[in-house]
């Protein structure tokens, strides 16, 4: 018996900033991430962002590539900063042109375009006015979603609003998202994202009434540590702050009252207008789209002398907050070369508990290996090791289909190599190996890996291989 439905939407993803490179080119003005790769902690000199891998110029090919993978669908994000030029909201038409072109390309080859409309990258217009913590940044994130409903809305049938929001809060300070020195309260943050999520739900039901619309946070199981009761206290706690508050603003229309009352108690209380609740009331998706990379593993803190930055370096997310939570290493579980843990069971549960708990179908937008890959003498490169990360995550999706979880695609992260957030060039992710490093453009050349053929035969069985 086939487990996967007919129409299921096998694909990958890729986003903007990590991608298009072209920073300068076709009108786009400059956004936070092109200078993400400046900071202190990337090598000196490195040209990540700034040319990606080039996709703004190798758009055909790439999508080229994608159809003979047999993609189904082709998840993206549009950048901000190559749309809208300043806050007074002019449209860059070169920009439109580059996307429709794209989007064209994918629908020529039966390629779903699935689109995200923010990425996290701010243009340098909205980060000098304050950046996501501010009413400017709701206000034209709506005025944003109108030019893209306005020029692309007849064309996309699946709208993505803010990639991982859950993350873009709690992690801002490292992802820049801040401006330098603002001091902000993250849970105000996000209500602000959450705000801005609702507005451009509300307005694509106007504009595009066929059409549907969804969040896409990083989700993922969180394990208690042990079967110590306080254990599993830090786990519900960890689990409302880095999974559901998230959901339950867009999926159940507001906040839990465990939530706000834990803000009460921290001192972190927010600021909600009678407007807000109403639109966050009124702005349900039409289904879950969520990342998934591992899982997480929570104790309640020891002692006082536990350090905030204890696990940062092994965890996808080191959340740790004291008398509350501290995410631990789960020792059962395998890692990859840069050390976040492998959990494909964790899959199945996260699925299950995401189905469970919202009752609408899901589709998965990131999943996947970052490794450093090698490019043979003869050109090749064997990446065993991410057919394998794929296959036990796909099997475990079938199961949780089986258990009885709506699902309508997996486009696991990434299609093409691209620049990692965290890791620059050193870290790929894609089923076509780009030959660049990270100092050096070399050809761009793209180079198919072994993940490609298998990837190609699995989607051609609609999962089965
Ligand atoms: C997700 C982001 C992606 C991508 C991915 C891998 O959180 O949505 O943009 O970066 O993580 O992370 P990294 O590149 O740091 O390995």
């Not at 049938?157 to 993250?186: C, H, R, S």
């Not at 009124?282 to 350090?307: C, G, H, L, R, V």
């Not at 290493?329 to 395998?334: E, G, M």
Request: proline share 4%; net charge neutral; with cysteine.
């Amino acid at each position: 018996m086939n487990k996967f439905p007919k129409e299921f939407l096998w694909g990958a993803s890729t986003s903007a900033y990590q991608f298009e490179g072209a920073i300068n080119e076709g009108g786009k003005v400059p956004s936070i991430m092109d200078r993400f790769d400046e900071q202190p902690t990337y090598p000196k000199g490195i040209t990540g962002f700034k040319h990606a891998s080039d996709h703004y110029n190798n758009w055909k090919e790439d999508v080229a590539l994608m159809a003979e993978m047999g993609f189904k669908s082709y998840r993206f994000s549009i950048s901000w900063p190559r749309i809208i030029k300043n806050k007074e909201g002019d449209v860059n038409n070169e920009g439109i042109k580059f996307y429709n072109n794209l989007i064209d390309e994918l629908l020529k080859h039966k390629i779903e375009p699935i689109v995200t409309m923010f990425h996290f990258d701010t243009p340098d217009f909205i980060q000098e006015v304050g950046g996501a913590c501010t009413n400017a940044f709701t206000e034209l994130f709506e005025k944003y979603s109108k030019v893209l409903f306005e020029n692309f809305g007849s064309k996309i049938k699946y709208w993505l609003t803010i990639n991982e929001l859950n993350m873009f809060a709690l992690a801002a300070q490292v992802i820049g998202v801040v401006p330098p020195g603002q001091n902000v309260n993250p849970w105000q943050l996000m209500h602000h994202l959450n705000v801005a999520q609702a507005k451009s739900i509300i307005l694509c039901r106007k504009m595009c009434p066929d059409a549907k619309i969804g969040p896409a946070p990083n989700i993922s199981t969180v394990y208690s540590n042990s079967n110590k009761p306080e254990d599993y206290l830090a786990k519900l706690n960890l689990d409302m702050v880095r999974n559901w508050v998230y959901l339950d603003a867009v999926c159940r229309g507001g906040y839990s009252s465990i939530f706000m009352n834990g803000l009460k108690k921290m001192g972190l209380e927010i600021v909600i207008t009678e407007d807000e609740n109403k639109m966050l009331k009124n702005s349900k998706p039409d289904f879950i789209a969520f990342n998934y990379y591992s899982t997480m593993t929570a104790q309640m803190p020891i002692n006082e002398s536990f350090k905030k930055e204890k696990n940062n370096k092994d965890q996808q997310t080191g959340l740790s907050i004291p008398g509350f939570g501290e995410a631990v290493k789960n020792n059962q579980l395998q890692k990859t070369q840069f050390g976040w843990e492998i959990d494909p069971i964790g899959f199945r549960n996260t699925l299950r508990e995401v189905y469970d708990r919202y009752q609408l179908p899901i589709m998965i937008t990131e999943n996947g290996i970052g490794a450093r890959d090698v490019l043979t003498k003869d050109g090749k490169v064997h990446d065993d090791y991410r057919i394998d990360y794929y296959q036990k995550h796909i099997e475990q999706m079938a199961l949780a289909i089986e258990d009885g979880v709506e699902m309508i695609g997996y486009m696991p992260w990434s299609a093409i190599d691209l620049v990692s957030t965290h890791e620059g060039v050193s870290k790929r992710y894609g089923f076509v190996y780009v030959n660049r490093d990270e100092f050096d453009l070399k050809d761009m050349k793209r180079i198919k890996k072994d993940s490609f053929y298998w990837y190609k035969k699995l989607i051609a069985s609609n999962g089965e291989e």
